[in-house]
Structure formats: structure tokens, C-alpha cells
């Protein structure tokens, strides 16, 4: 009887990690459905760090991602190219550029596959991707730490 409810156990964990993971798809999904829509709201020239940020969050898992996996690399070239664009205006003062909205778009539902695909590595890759979005964040108040780390992740 013991092994039984062993077994039970088991299975509940695992279906209980299955709801987790596909709670975490339909989470992440809906942040990029949400940020999609900003980036054709938002006017070209508005200051625009707070969005960067939240696009440079989802960018930079997509790149982590891509540089562990080799089957994801030819999708990650694309998604790291745009995230450097977006480093780049932070860089510039954080205003938005309306004609890089469309690029911007589809290298977001490119990372957004990523993280899908790669649930672990997605969540791996967070903590290094939040402190990117806070030093885009900080780069509207010219903070110089930001600024060099983002230029030399722009540079590299």
C-alpha cells in the first residue's frame, strides 16, 4: 500500500509540474501579446526606457537560450541582432523608434518560442536578463555603470 500511494504521489508531482510549466507558457505568451501591442502604440521619439526594458528582458532570454541549445542558434542570431538594436537605444536615451517596431515584433515571438521550447533554460536565464533591463532602466538616468555594461554587450 505504501508503494502505491508512492507511486500516487509521483504522479500527482508530476502532473502538478506540468500545470506549473504550461501556467508559465501562458504567462510568458501573454506578456509578449501585451508588449507587442506597445510597440505599435508608442509614438516614434517617445521616451520609451520603460518598454525597451521590458523588451530587452524578453530578448535577452531568447539569446541565452540560443547560445546553450545549437538547434536554436539560427533563431538566436536574429533575436540577438534586434536585442542590440534595443541596447543601442537605450544607449541613444531611450526613444522610441517606430520604424523598428516590426523587427522588434517578430525577434520577441522568436525568444517567446525559445522560452517555450526551453522552459529551463528560460528560467535559468532570468536573473541575467533582469539585470540587463535594469541597466536599460538605469540607462535613462545615465547611470555610467549601465551605460558601459550596455555598451559592451552592444559591442560584442
Not at 509540474?17 to 508588449?35: F, G
Not at 505599435?40 to 546553450?68: H, K
Not at 537605444?89 to 531611450?94: H, K, R, T, V
Not at 520577441?108 to 533591463?133: R, T
Amino acid at each position: 500500500m505504501k508503494t502505491l500511494k508512492s507511486r500516487d504521489h509521483m504522479r500527482g508531482a508530476a502532473n502538478d509540474h506540468h500545470v506549473a510549466t504550461a501556467r508559465a507558457r501562458s504567462a510568458i505568451r501573454k506578456r509578449v501579446r501585451e508588449l507587442s501591442v506597445e510597440l505599435f502604440l508608442i509614438g516614434d521619439g517617445e521616451r520609451a526606457t520603460g518598454l525597451l526594458s521590458r523588451v530587452t528582458w524578453v530578448l535577452a532570454i531568447g539569446v541565452d537560450i540560443s547560445l546553450q541549445d545549437r538547434s536554436a542558434a539560427a533563431r538566436g542570431a536574429e533575436v540577438q541582432s534586434t536585442l542590440y538594436t534595443v541596447l543601442q537605444l537605450a544607449i541613444e536615451g531611450g526613444r522610441w523608434r517606430a520604424d523598428q517596431a516590426d523587427r522588434i515584433w517578430v525577434s520577441m515571438h522568436q525568444a517567446c518560442e525559445l522560452m517555450v521550447e526551453h522552459p529551463q533554460a528560460a528560467l535559468a536565464a532570468q536573473p541575467q536578463a533582469a539585470s540587463l533591463a535594469a541597466c536599460v532602466r538605469a540607462a535613462s538616468r545615465r547611470s555610467a555603470g549601465c551605460n558601459v555594461a550596455l555598451r559592451r554587450r552592444a559591442a560584442h
